[in-house]
């Protein structure tokens, strides 16, 4: 069965700064990535994906993904953070093959101050 | 199309009461499944299904059942109420397995 780590639970950054949350997963098989993003009080949006082809993933609101088979991850980057990035980010992993669930890592909060 | 809707949202239970939450989707995705969030702990996953009269267990499923009569819906029953299971709860939809999923809006249990 495959898993999720998400190596940091809470990430603070200054605005305008580089942030990178990491995620490595664990899985027998093939598997597609994603990231999510929570916002206070909402529920979960798509941020980015990976599935296959180019290892480097871009999503929206500026962020992108790499992913590397060899180290199992798949960590998230921003250039430039605004303070409207402050939210709750899920790392998720599914298993290429039908009739198995997305399971998800338990977040990492980035906080952006000014 | 409404997407993932969810009822209802919010709810204090006693404990050894049982209920259901209801969750119902319109856009014809095979994968539905159950998550509870809490705090430090992500998203767990309870149960799932990859269509109408499947269903299978997730991260954890005690003291919870499923069933998926139809495409649309995917009822989680909680059986007899603990504390423990105090939380929030989750249902989400994709077409697939490379498909985005989609989350209803959540709803927030309480047990006394």
């Known amino acids: 069965a495959q898993s999720v780590t998400q190596l940091d639970s809470q990430v603070p950054v200054f605005e305008e700064a580089p942030v990178e949350l990491r995620c490595n997963y664990s899985?027998?098989?093939?598997?597609?990535l994603f990231w999510y993003v929570q916002y206070p009080n909402q529920g979960l949006q798509l941020l980015l994906k990976?599935?296959?082809?180019?290892?480097l993933v871009k999503g929206i609101n500026g962020f992108e993904a790499e992913f590397n088979k060899s180290q199992t991850s798949f960590h998230l980057r921003k250039p430039s953070v605004h303070i409207s990035d402050t939210a709750e980010y899920f790392c998720?992993?599914?298993?290429?093959?039908?009739?198995?669930?997305?399971?998800f890592g338990k977040g990492t909060t980035l906080s952006v101050s000014s | 199309n409404a997407g993932v809707t969810q009822t209802p949202k919010f709810q204090v239970l006693k404990t050894g009461q049982s209920m259901t939450l209801q969750c119902a989707q319109d856009?014809?995705?095979?994968?539905m499944s159950w998550y509870r969030q809490d705090p430090g702990m992500g998203l767990r996953l309870i149960h799932y299904?990859?269509?109408?009269?499947?269903?299978d267990q997730g991260e954890v499923p005690n003291g919870y059942n499923v069933s998926r009569s139809t495409t649309e819906d995917f009822p989680l029953r909680l059986l007899s109420a603990a504390p423990s299971q105090t939380s929030v709860y989750f249902c989400?939809?994709?077409?697939?397995?490379?498909?985005?999923?989609?989350f209803g809006p959540g709803t927030r249990l309480t047990v006394t």
């Open positions: 989400a939809s994709r077409k697939g397995q490379t498909y985005e999923q989609y």
């Open positions: 899985s027998s098989v093939s598997v597609y």
């Open positions: 990976y599935l296959s082809g180019s290892t």
């Open positions: 998720a992993v599914s298993e290429a093959q039908a009739g198995t669930a997305l399971i």
């Open positions: 856009m014809n995705h095979e994968y």
């Open positions: 299904s990859v269509g109408a009269g499947i269903t």
